[in-house]
């Protein structure tokens, strides 16, 4: 059974930095490709960020490039998200993904095989 617990989360101010954490278990961790996505109130989820089985390629949202980092640890089986220069539309819930596919085709986000609980992250002066 695949167990995916997200940490991090928490109360920024806009600027500001947090990183979302996401431990694995239950699965092959370096076999699959790993995203985070974010859920505001009253809106859709939404892919933010995906990183390849190996960690050498990613891909991001436009709202968020430059700003946010993925990357993976395998011998931690642990996801991280960097998000530098917050701003309040980044107020959400985000959830950690693990993907039925190993690289970030153009239809990872619809290739989810497991969700986390999620961790909120609220963006406020």
């Known amino acids: 059974q695949v167990q995916l617990v997200e940490s991090g989360g928490g109360t920024a101010q806009p600027g500001g930095s947090l990183r979302l954490s996401c431990t694995a278990s239950g699965l092959t961790f370096a076999d699959y490709a790993m995203g985070w996505f974010r859920q505001a109130p009253g809106k859709e989820r939404e892919g933010v960020a995906c990183i390849h089985w190996s960690g050498r390629s990613t891909s991001y949202v436009d709202s968020v490039k430059g700003r946010f980092t993925i990357s993976r640890d395998h011998t931690r089986k642990t996801l991280y998200l960097q998000m530098k220069s917050l701003k309040p539309e980044g107020t959400a819930k985000y959830y950690c993904?693990?993907?039925?596919?190993?690289?970030?085709?153009?239809?990872?986000?619809?290739?989810?095989?497991?969700w986390g609980q999620g961790t909120q992250v609220t963006v406020s002066s």
């Open positions: 993904a693990a993907l039925r596919i190993a690289t970030c085709s153009a239809s990872w986000r619809y290739n989810v095989n497991s």
